[in-house]
């Protein structure tokens, strides 16, 4: 079955840095669309990025753009989230998920598979 299994999240300073990685397996990696979404506590789900099929388009968050940026490397099958100049509302719950189409989309809604999440605290 379909596994994603985010790793990198942990205690970061305000104007610090961090890299999430997600590990995917069970899928054909390189026909999935890739998005990052984040939970910060008493909110909902929140789109922050996602990735094409090959990397080439990409879209971001309002609110992380300039800040964040995503990859992916299809022959290790991982899409990372390089998070720079963190701040405190930066600190959530990070997910990665998976969808089966090629293009992107900033909907949780599309996407069917998901990791179980990796905390992010950033201290001012």
């Known amino acids: 079955q379909v596994q994603l299994v985010e790793s990198g999240g942990g205690l970061a300073q305000a104007g610090g840095s961090l890299r999430l990685s997600c590990a995917a397996s069970?899928?054909?990696?390189?026909?999935?669309?890739m998005g990052w979404f984040r939970q910060a506590p008493g909110k909902e789900r929140e789109f922050v990025a996602a990735?094409?099929?090959?990397?080439?388009?990409?879209d971001y968050a309002v609110a992380v753009k300039g800040r964040f940026t995503v990859s992916r490397d299809n022959a290790k099958n991982t899409a990372d989230l390089q998070m720079n100049s963190l701040k405190p509302e930066d600190t959530a719950v990070y997910y990665c998920?998976?969808?089966?189409?090629?293009?992107?989309?900033?909907?949780?809604?599309?996407?069917?598979?998901w990791g179980q999440g990796t905390r992010v605290t950033v201290s001012s």
């Open positions: 990735i094409n099929w090959s990397g080439g388009v990409t």
């Open positions: 069970g899928l054909t990696f390189s026909s999935y669309a």
């Open positions: 998920a998976a969808r089966g189409w090629s293009s992107i989309t900033d909907s949780i809604r599309n996407y069917p598979y």
